[in-house]
C-alpha cells in the first residue's frame, strides 16, 4: 500500500521560515521525481518544486530564491525548506512522487498559513 506522509506544515509570521517532508513507502518501482504543489482556485494545483533522481531541479517563479527543494533517497523522503513566507503562500501543500514507469502518487495536504 502506498503511502507519503507530509509533515512541517504550520502558522508562520510573514518572513519567517517552515520546512515540509515528504516520506514515500510502499512504492515498489525505483522513484524519479519527487516535488511539491499547492492548491490553487479552483481546486487545482499549482507546481511548486520537483527534484529527480539524480538531483536536478525547478522551481516555480513565485518561489525561486526563497524555496528550496532537496531529497533523501535512501528514506525516500523530499524536503521543502521555505523561506521568506509570504501571505500569498498560504495554502494546501502537496507532496507528488513520480516512479519510472510514470505512475503518479500524491499525499494528504498540509496547511501553511502565513499570517501576522
Known amino acids: 500500500q502506498v503511502q507519503l506522509v507530509e509533515s512541517g506544515g504550520g502558522l508562520v509570521q510573514p518572513g519567517g521560515s517552515l520546512r515540509l517532508s515528504c516520506a514515500a513507502s510502499?512504492?515498489?518501482?525505483?522513484?524519479?521525481?519527487m516535488g511539491w504543489y499547492r492548491r490553487a482556485p479552483g481546486n487545482k494545483r499549482d507546481f511548486v518544486a520537483t527534484?529527480?533522481?539524480?538531483?536536478?531541479?525547478k522551481y516555480a517563479d513565485s518561489v525561486k530564491g526563497r524555496f528550496t527543494i532537496s531529497r533523501d533517497n535512501a528514506k525516500n523522503t523530499v524536503y521543502l525548506e521555505m523561506n521568506n513566507l509570504k501571505p500569498e503562500d498560504t495554502t494546501v501543500y502537496y507532496c507528488?512522487?513520480?516512479?519510472?514507469?510514470?505512475?503518479?502518487?500524491w499525499g494528504q495536504g498540509t496547511q501553511v498559513t502565513v499570517s501576522s
Open positions: 510502499g512504492i515498489t518501482n525505483p522513484i524519479y521525481i
Open positions: 507528488n512522487v513520480v516512479d519510472l514507469p510514470g505512475y503518479r502518487y
Open positions: 527534484i529527480t533522481q539524480d538531483g536536478d531541479t
